[in-house]
């Protein structure tokens, strides 16, 4: 298997922009999960989703923020608009099961820098 | 609410020198703890993990954590360690509630030297 995969790996775009980020995760793993990392923060999990529903967004920022899972293979975290406190990696993780045992499987993650 | 501390950000140490890094957790209900391990550029991939059992666990690469219920404490241990083995190491923990929620620590930096 590939791995998580997440695109673009990095991205620069001035404020304001929309930006999507995409993911693709591991075939048949039933969770997904966005989580951001900065030098302030650490890691914060933004967003996951059980079988392409959301089960908890809580950690979604603001409204700026969205994220969807139309499919089992693909999930996208879209800000619109972007801002310079956005600038972080942004992370994507599955893992299948449901009794909070189940390792984790994160992608490459995605550099984004707002200017 | 579980949470995570790990109150080393960063650990400095040589090459062959043994270390551990800390990690407390809290948590009002029975938790799985984990090691996560980020290398330069890439994303988490998990080193080892607590889910019942004996509370001594080994991981990969030669790591090796325990966990302690009466400290809240969940410290991973490496008797001598690499270059490579310098990055960013995270613990998390989750409850045994049925959900997927991980809450992870800040993370401590592991730089090795020769």
């Known amino acids: 298997d590939a791995g998580v995969i997440q695109s673009p790996r990095h991205e620069v775009t001035e404020m304001g922009q929309e930006v999507t980020l995409r993911c693709k995760p591991i075939s048949g793993h039933d969770y997904l999960f966005w989580y951001r990392q900065t030098m302030m923060r650490g890691l914060e999990l933004l967003i996951y989703?059980?079988?392409?529903?959301?089960?908890?967004d809580s950690g979604m920022p603001e409204d700026r923020f969205s994220a969807k899972m139309p499919n089992a293979s693909f999930s996208t975290l879209k800000i619109q608009p972007s801002e310079p406190r956005d600038s972080a990696v942004y992370f994507c993780a599955s893992s299948f099961g449901t009794s909070g045992q189940e390792t984790q499987y994160f992608g490459p993650g995605t550099r984004l820098l707002v200017l | 609410a579980q949470s995570v501390t790990q109150l080393d950000s960063q650990v400095p140490v040589f090459e062959e020198a043994p270390v551990e890094l800390r990690c407390n957790y809290s948590?009002?209900?029975?938790?799985?703890l984990f090691w996560y391990v980020q290398y330069p550029n890439q994303g988490l991939q998990l080193l080892l993990k607590?889910?019942?059992?004996?509370?001594l666990v080994k991981g990969i690469n030669g790591f090796e954590a325990e966990f302690n219920k009466s400290q809240t404490s969940f410290h991973l241990r490496k008797p001598s360690v690499h270059i490579s083995d310098t990055a960013e190491y995270f613990c998390a923990v989750s409850e045994d509630t049925g959900f997927q929620k991980l809450v992870f620590g800040t993370g401590t930096r592991l730089l090795v030297s020769p």
């Open positions: 989703f059980n079988n392409n529903v959301p089960i908890d």
């Open positions: 948590s009002s209900v029975s938790v799985y």
């Open positions: 607590y889910l019942s059992g004996s509370t």
